[in-house]
Every structure is written in structure tokens, then in C-alpha cells.
């Protein structure tokens, strides 16, 4: 069954940013192309690795780690979903190196989204409880994968996924997948490369099929599935 929304892919340097908010907010997906430069997203993502292989993990909250947090989980029970990643956080108004090393991308996708959204919200600042945490997320080959999940329309309304990966290059099988309204289900692998950035209906369920699942799992590795989303969170929490 051929699903009633669709996948829509614009050049960003020509994009009607409000235009493609409407078309979100109404179901569809739209992918943003080259909307950051892949040469930075690149950067980013091999300095966030590089990074997680020097820092010991944590379950603490960035601003109480010293700006920056990381976490692989492996089937974490007391989730609502089920999952493989691995999970890097940021505390945007640190001064910390790696936070200064990924700045430059979430500052890219803060000026989209609040273009998007029509309204100007600050790294730091509280909007309606909740204020911004940025985020970099490693589905490893190997079988890295998040069951369908879902978030609260408000306040985010407007997901953003800015891909780190190439497919067909740094993975070849699984990937992200939206439920339309219809509850027919879309595939964006494919449809995005580097520096392309997926927007979405924040309250659309969404999974990422597993990574690779023939291979072994590493945990080390700097190829699979990378991300970098800017998540409204509640103020306190992660």
C-alpha cells in the first residue's frame, strides 16, 4: 500500500523554509539537500568519535559532566523501546573543545528550525520548560537499530536529523523509516547523504531498522549510522 504523505526532497540553498514547515506539519517528510556542508559534517562526526573513544561513559547529564556526555547502550529493559546506539550529548553553551568542535552544526540547525518555526530561541534559553540538547547518535554496524517510537507534537513540533553517513558506503542495509498517518510506512534510505537534513512531524512514529545485521558489532568502529538532531528537552532531565 503506497503510503498518502510523501518524501520530498528540496535544494536548500532555494528552499521555501516556511513552505516546507506547512508541508511537515501536514505529514510529509522533507529532506533538505546539502543542508550543511558534508566536508564539516564529516569533521564533526570523526571529532565526536574520536572523542568517545578518550572519555569514559556516562549516564550523567552534560551539564553535569563538564559540558559533554556519552553512552553506548545495548537493550536498554526499562525503555519504551527498545534500542542500539550510541549516544553523545551537549551542553551548547560550554567551552569545552569537543563541544566547541560540533558547535558550528548545531548552530546550522538551530537557525533552520527557528526559521522553520518562525520563532528565535537561544542555546540556553527556557522555552516553556524546555530548552535544547544537542545530540550525536552512532548506529553501529553490526545490528545498531531504535524499535518505532514517539515523541509529543508540542513543543518541538518540527524534528530535525541531520545524516552523518552516506549509505551504500558507511552501511548498506536498514536504516530510518516514518509512519505516515495512514500507517503506511516510509523509508528515507536512499533519499539522504551527507550534510542532507530529514524534517518530520515530531509525533510521526519513526524507527531505524538494524545496521548491517550480517557483521559483528563494534562499538569502535567510525563507519554505520550517524545522526545529529537538536531535541527540545525538559529542563532538568535528559
Not at 518524501?7 to 505529514?27: E, Q
Not at 561513559?57 to 529493559?77: F, M, V
Request: aromatic letters at 10%; glycine letters at 8%; charged letters at 20%.
Amino acid at each position: 500500500m503506497q503510503s498518502s504523505s510523501l518524501i520530498k526532497n528540496i535544494d536548500f540553498t532555494t528552499a521555501n523554509l516556511v513552505r516546507a514547515a506547512f508541508d511537515v506539519l501536514c505529514g510529509d517528510i522533507v529532506i533538505l539537500k546539502r543542508a550543511v556542508a558534508p566536508e564539516l559534517v564529516l569533521e564533526a562526526r570523526r571529532a565526536v568519535h574520536e572523542w568517545g573513544l578518550s572519555v569514559p561513559q556516562s549516564k550523567a547529564h552534560p551539564r553535569e559532566s563538564g559540558g559533554a556526555s556519552h553512552l553506548a547502550s545495548y537493550l536498554p529493559a526499562r525503555s519504551q523501546s527498545r534500542y542500539i546506539f550510541h549516544s553523545f550529548e551537549f551542553e551548547p553553551l560550554s567551552s569545552i573543545p569537543i563541544v566547541e568542535r560540533v558547535l558550528p552544526i548545531f548552530e546550522a540547525l538551530l537557525d533552520i528550525y527557528c526559521k522553520l518555526i518562525g520563532e528565535r530561541i537561544a542555546f540556553g534559553e527556557n522555552y516553556s520548560g524546555y530548552s535544547f540538547l544537542p545530540a550525536c547518535i552512532h548506529y553501529p554496524r553490526g545490528g545498531g537499530f531504535f524499535q518505532e517510537h514517539t515523541h509529543p507534537l508540542m513543543p518541538q513540533r518540527i524534528g530535525l536529523i541531520l545524516s552523518g553517513s552516506s549509505y551504500g558506503h558507511d552501511y548498506k542495509i536498514g536504516g530510518g523509516r516514518f509512519c505516515a498517518q495512514d500507517k503506511t510506512w516510509m523509508a528515507t534510505e536512499g533519499h539522504h547523504d551527507l550534510g542532507d537534513l530529514t524534517l518530520f512531524r515530531y509525533d510521526l512514529g519513526h524507527d531505524i531498522t538494524p545496521i548491517d545485521p550480517d557483521v559483528p558489532l563494534d562499538w569502535t568502529r567510525n563507519d554505520g549510522r550517524w545522526s545529529f538532531v537538536l531535541p527540545l528537552k525538559p529542563i532538568g532531565k535528559k
